[in-house]
């Protein structure tokens, strides 16, 4: 996919975002005087917008200050909210990458129905696309059919995988993934855990056994924690990450399904509040449809502000 079938496509998937954030700032242009109640209702739209509180109180606090010198239209307002989203997101634009130590080893974490595994197998394709031999291993044993459908990614992409059974032990799955990725050198071997939910207890103790268990073969592994949000979400996504940022140690997370949601603002919210490394972005279910975000572009699609084609 070109760069610009890309940047296309990233704004017409955020389009609903924008369009949100229009509506809710309806009725707030072209106001001559910028006064009190103005500002608290442009803040309290861009809180509805999913933006949260502290992007919200910024471009309050950078319109106010210049009140007296423009007129509110929709065009400054939505450069205005650009240039300060793109702040925001800006220092938490890292991609995910090889550091050089074989294996890498990635956990990837999430609830169900957040992508998890699709996103699993797009890592793996950029990866390999940068020239990086990748292994997969199954170990999401609390689901047959996440075992099945992650071995079907793995032929696809001509990658070896390791599997156990349903109901296995997760933890001793990762251990042998370990092993086996290090006899055969393998750059990077990427570990799918089980749909966790948040008040799944044993399923969070497991988490933190495989942890345990990694560490043993290297007291640095896993070297990246990815924990997988489905943007549709909402403020459920961000309530995520709160739980498994404190028992998973989660090092960096990826959004899907940013196309076609209205909920697009939460990326912002996510940095604004956590500050952790947002690795890439899905906006499609094919397997090019993840790709790390350039600040200025996602700023610019969720603001709705035009771009230079």
């Known amino acids: ?42 803040e309290e739209a861009l809180i509805v917008s999913d933006l949260g509180p502290a992007m919200a109180a ?5 319109l106010a200050a210049g009140r007296f010198n423009k007129e509110l239209t929709e065009e400054y307002l939505r450069g205005v909210i650009a240039e300060e989203v793109e702040k ?56 047959a059919a996440a075992i099945g459908q992650l071995k079907i990614w793995a032929e696809r992409l001509g ?7 349903e109901g296995g032990d997760a933890a001793g799955l990762a251990f042998e993934a370990v092993k086996q990725a290090t006899e055969q050198d393998i750059d990077i071997l990427i570990v799918d855990t089980a749909g966790r ?15 345990r268990v990694l560490g043993r073969l ?14 549709t979400t909402g403020q459920n996504a961000l309530n995520q990450i709160e739980v498994f940022r404190d028992v998973a140690q989660v090092s960096g997370l990826v959004m899907t399904k940013l196309d076609g949601t209205a909920r697009g603002g939460m990326l ?41 084609r």
Do not use: C
Request: without cysteine; glycine residues 8%.
């Open 268 to 308: 912002v919210a996510a940095a604004e509040k956590y500050a952790l490394p947002i690795h890439a972005i899905g906006i499609g279910e094919k397997i090019d449809d993840l790709r790390p975000f350039d600040p200025a572009d996602m700023a610019k699609a969720i603001a709705g502000s035009a771009y230079a």
């Open 159 to 165: 990658v070896p995988i390791v599997s156990g059974k």
């Open 58 to 62: 910024r471009i309050r606090d950078r």
């Open 88 to 143: 925001s997101l800006a220092p938490v634009a890292k991609p995910l990458t090889f550091k050089g130590g074989r294996p890498q080893v990635i956990l990837v974490i999430g609830v169900n129905g957040s992508g998890k595994t699709t996103t699993i197998a797009k890592l793996a394709k950029r990866f390999q696309e940068q020239g990086h031999s990748v292994m997969l291993a199954a170990g999401d044993t609390f689901r």
């Open 1 to 42: 996919m070109s760069e610009k079938s890309w940047r296309d496509r990233l704004f017409g998937g955020l389009k609903r975002t924008s369009e949100k954030l229009g509506e809710n700032l309806t009725g707030l242009f072209g106001k001559a005087a910028l006064d009190d109640q103005t500002l608290d209702e442009i």
């Open 218 to 231: 290297d007291p640095a592994s896993p070297h990246d924690v990815v924990l997988v949000l489905d943007a």
């Open 197 to 211: 939910l948040q008040n799944r207890t044993e399923l969070m103790d497991e988490l933190a056994k495989i942890r």
